[in-house]
T-cell receptor, first 117, second 112 residues
Framework: GAVVSQHPSRVICKSGTSVKIECRSL??????MFWYRQFPKQSLMLMAT?????????EQGVEKDKFLINHASLTLSTLTVTSAHPEDSSFYIC?????????????FGEGSRLTVL | SQQGEEDPQALSIQEGENATMNCSYK?????LQWYRQNSGRGLVHLIL?????REKHSGRLRVTLDTSKKSSSLLITASRAADTASYFC????????????FGSGTQLTVLP
């Protein structure tokens, strides 16, 4: 199946710093990528939909100025957590849809665990 | 985006037994998918069932869909210790973008 790579897989930062997480589709082009957040023992909550070449669409309650999303190419979307605080500590997972497919299947990255001290 | 509900929240069985997980949702769907997640890892797609399908098989997996009851079930037969993971249903709503909304998940533990 298609491969989606996330980097870094783990990051620890101090409160107030910004952290960038990359999501790459390695063997397919993705006009749309999705960013999810998952707290321990909970389900995935959609944060935003990232569209190549346009602004991301954020879900209700997600601060767009805090979670900056850039989708500058067909294979890369980035999520930047700005001025991170301990409550932002979570597991962030991206997923991508192949531009050429219409099966509805999403391909997920391995996730990035953010710990804010 | 509205989540689906899954039950049970946690399920512990012996190796060789069957495991059944249920998912209920609220809106009309285009399709429903099941994913598996090992602890601290990403999600792996297991199976997709379309709204006009009632049952689907893939290896030891069997999925049913009842759109009148807005529910789905995932059956894993002859379970193995390696099946231990969290299982999530995910719904793609009718007419929406390709985003998925996820169920609350079932933590399956298969004891050797």
């Amino acid at each position: 199946g298609a491969v989606v790579s996330q980097h870094p897989s783990r990051v620890i930062c101090k409160s107030g710093t910004s952290v960038k997480i990359e999501c790459r589709s390695l063997d397919f082009q993705a006009t749309t990528m999705f960013w999810y957040r998952q707290f321990p023992k909970q389900s995935l909550m959609l944060m935003a939909t990232s569209n190549e070449g346009s602004k991301a669409t954020y879900e209700q309650g997600v601060e767009k100025d805090k979670f900056l999303i850039n989708h500058a190419s067909l294979t890369l979307s980035t999520l930047t957590v700005t001025s991170a605080h301990p409550e932002d500590s979570s597991f962030y997972i991206c997923s991508a849809v192949s531009s050429g497919a219409n099966t509805g299947e999403l391909f997920f990255g391995e996730g990035s665990r953010l710990t804010v001290l | 985006s509205q989540q689906g509900e899954e039950d049970p929240q946690a399920l512990s069985i012996q190796e060789g037994e069957n495991a059944t997980m249920n998912c209920s949702y609220k809106t009309s769907i285009n399709n429903l998918q099941w994913y598996r997640q090992n602890s601290g890892r990403g999600l792996v797609h297991l199976i997709l069932i379309r709204s006009n399908e009632r049952e689907k098989h893939s290896g030891r997996l069997r999925v049913t869909l009842d759109t009148s009851k807005k529910s789905s079930s995932l059956l894993i037969t002859a379970s193995r210790a390696a099946d231990t993971a969290s299982y999530f249903c995910a719904m793609r709503s009718s007419g929406s973008a390709r985003q998925l909304t996820f169920g609350s998940g079932t933590q399956l533990t298969v004891l050797p």
